[in-house]
């Protein structure tokens, strides 16, 4: 199987498990959002929380480029990257995107 078809399907996947794994909570509702053209995936929770605050949050924006996955935001405390990797994903091709070019060799993913 070609990389990237699989970096992309390791990515739904993982989305799908955070779907399952929060559900519902609070009134929130999630949201997993696949541009394939341009192989963006963005996984959102928004709504009413408890019915007393409105939350509308990009949790994760990641896209695969290049043969790479790059991860463009992380709102959360899971370390997606980790995951990403128990899915096959090399670490060398993983890029911490939200980085700064130059720290990315410090980081133990691709730079």
Known sequence: M???I??????VQLFQEYD???????GLENRIIVDAKKQA???????WQHAERYTHLLCFHLEVKAG???????NTEALIAD?????GIA??????G??????RSYTGFAA
């Open 2 to 4: 070609d990389k990237t």
């Open 83 to 87: 995951e990403l990797i128990e899915k």
């Open 68 to 74: 790479k996955v790059w991860i463009y935001e992380n």
């Open 20 to 26: 399952q794994f929060w559900g519902q909570s609070g």
């Open 6 to 11: 699989k970096y992309k399907k390791a990515i």
């Open 41 to 47: 995936y963005l996984f959102l929770t928004f709504g």
């Open 98 to 103: 939200f980085v700064s070019p130059q720290a």
């Open 91 to 96: 670490r060398e091709d993983i890029v911490l």
